[in-house]
């Protein structure tokens, strides 16, 4: 038993590879800002930092221009846009042959979305009322929705499309991380969320982030998802 049992372990320390083990590390940092944030949201002085950085963002930001980009990135970042992305790209994931990834895609949207909704009853924090942009949302405030939706489901979006097509990988990189961004400050500008709403939204999608990136980066786990007698790799 005793030899069997240390075969298991050995087996498992070889399946940890360095990119496993960053991104173990990664999910792990990201899971305990989220939660020293929440923590610190019981503290008045949090709620004024909040204060100074969004009115900061709406003296020297505020423009025609950056009206457009706000409920532009944050029309996209909403579910009207998200859903419908999310069911087409997993469609065209089981087309190309790349069925995990697709059932990747899927939970990982109702592992996020679902997430947000229960951390925001559980936190309860009252939505900011500095200036009207746009009409308050009537749920709470922590964490951002589109923060955590940009982070956790843009994100593997973008890695589902990498991994359809490798070639355009830099391109697909590069377009997610302005696109989360975008997303995630929109909702800081046009005024219906704490800036530390956005951030802790961003570092609760990072865990169903990097879960997805090492289900659809495990090679066994590619393999599995394509049909059988397949080329090894999808133009």
């Known amino acids: ?27 792990l940092a990201a899971s305990i800002g989220f ?27 505020d423009s025609s221009f950056g009206d457009v980009w706000a409920m532009t990135s944050s029309f996209v970042g909403s579910g009207a846009v998200l859903i419908p992305v999310v069911i ?32 925001k009853l559980m936190l309860q924090r009252p939505r900011p009322e500095l200036f009207d942009k746009i009409a308050l ?4 405030s922590f964490p951002s929705g589109h923060a955590m939706s940009a982070m956790g489901v843009w994100g593997v979006v973008a890695a589902v499309l990498c991994a359809i097509f490798p070639s355009a990988r830099t391109p697909i990189v590069a377009c997610a991380i ?35 990136v090492h289900v659809l980066a495990n090679p066994s786990r590619s393999a599995s998802s394509r049909a059988p007698g397949s080329s090894g790799s999808s133009a």
Request: proline share 4%.
């Open 1 to 27: 038993m005793n030899v069997a049992h240390r075969l298991k372990l050995l087996r498992w320390a070889k399946a940890v590879t360095l990119r496993t083990f960053v991104l173990m590390v990664v999910a």
């Open 35 to 61: 939660a020293l944030i929440a923590r610190a949201l019981r503290h008045p002085a949090f709620d004024r930092v909040d204060a100074e950085i969004e009115l900061f963002v709406h003296h020297h930001l």
């Open 88 to 119: 087409g790209v997993a469609a065209l994931a089981v087309v190309r042959r790349h069925r995990v990834a697709a059932v990747v895609l899927v939970i990982d949207a109702i592992v996020a979305i679902s997430g947000d909704a229960l951390l």
């Open 137 to 140: 949302p009537h749920d709470y």
């Open 178 to 212: 302005v696109l989360v961004l975008s997303i995630g400050l929109s909702r800081i500008y046009l005024g219906v969320h704490w800036p530390f709403d956005v951030l802790g939204g961003f570092l609760g999608g990072v865990p169903p982030l990097v879960a997805s």
